[in-house]
């Protein structure tokens, strides 16, 4: 064996090692017994795959013959999977790699991030938030318009927007996106915290796998969960293929909620469309929801019903009589001030009611959604009253294609729809943090419903609807809020 074949040869026996349980350890002598060679040899070569960068030693402990935490670069993946070796190397059926991060506001411009549970123990940083609230704002603005429009935009939004690099002759620069994942990626992954995500993703490569990020904010996070941590962007955006998940997770006093495994899941479709707001195509999910389901619906494995009349008193007595696990809403959806005297919506930053004058200040921005009323006109239902009216049901899934429905704001974040259905104890909320274009939400559908219906998990469903709207600007807009026991969001027992 020469010395090549021989460095590949402990290099695949630790990537298998590595694919089958993280290896955490290494015993250097079993390895040398393995190999048939001395101890001295091993420990050369073990130094030699490190200064090349081929594998990762952490804690090391000459004396007693063993290195902990050994873990493979990507260039050590790169090499052994290279056309120099033509052996095949058996990797383990697909795994689910957990990387919770927790995050802490410390200062209106300073936070904490802490990695919990990973090989490192507990890495943290403190980092300093990449905008201000002004350019947040700009930023997200300019986020939800396919083209510059100076008209939309005031002149020191526009002035932000040119400073921080984004608006360039009256244009959005190509890679707005990109830049703005790439800043918050810095402030998230930041030192050991970023090397934990390495190793994180290369176990994962092993072993065939995914990454499931989990961000963690506390209640009153409100200016950390407005950021669109979806964009996470370092070499690619994380989230434009199924080796990295992101679900957000708020915690909060009460137990967290399990997510029952169900023999018969029943899907309530709602399509409401009043009058009296923008049109949008009648039913436009529902032929989507019904196609990819139709199998299971075959099957018996998901029966999907439809609320025949989109109100609100219609769901009271649907849920008097029967029991929903996935709630799908089709239609409008708001966060703003309600004026309670002639009960007009209005921006969450006013203080005057648009239409009568009064003054709003006191009211605390909420998120609505539109249902219809008797004559078809908008009743709007708020995040408060729908999360009362869900609790402690037999829920596991709410799906909002809703503009806004994860939107956030005021002193918790509990006034968004999304979070006050997770605090109704709903485990898995799927809900958009900006306007989303009908197009770029029937995508999104195709995808996540046909994942789903292949026993995929909701997470990796979520991402496979992301995967058919990476060509435009919006994949990023849904969301997952999952707050469940085991955090895998699984709605069926097998794939």
Known sequence: MTRQQQRRKILQTLYEMQARDGLKALNCEELASKMGLSWDEIRLEVAYLEEKDYIVLKKRQIRTRIFCTVYLTAKGIDWLESDISKEKVTKTPSVLIPFKLQL??????TFEVRALETPLGEPHATSRLPYTVNELAAILKALRMPKYEASRFTQEQTHILVQLGLLNHSHFVPDLPKLIGQALYKVLMN????TAFQM???QARLADGSVSVQLRFDEDAVKLVLYPWELLYQRRALLSSRAVELTRYISYPEAVTALPVIPLLR??????????LSTLPAESEQLIIQQALQKLQEENV?????LVQPTYEALLDYLETHEVHILHFDGHGVFARKCIECESMNYPHSTHCAVCKQEILKIEPQGYLAFE???????????ETLGTVLYNRSLSLAVLSACWSSSIGGE???GGIAPALIQAGIPGIVSMQLPISVDGAIKFMQGFYRALARFESIPASVNAGRIRMMNSREWFIPTLYLRSRDNEGNLFTEK
């Not at 899907?267 to 009296?276: E, G, H, K």
């Open 104 to 109: 802490n506001l410390r200062s209106d411009r």
């Open 191 to 194: 030192g050991d915290i970023h």
């Open 200 to 202: 994180a993703l290369n």
């Open 267 to 276: 899907l309530l479709y709602i399509a409401s469309r009043p009058t009296n």
């Open 302 to 306: 998901i029966k999907v019903d439809i």
């Open 373 to 383: 009323n008797t004559t078809r006109c908008v009743h709007w239902i708020s995040s």
């Open 412 to 414: 918790t974040l509990f």
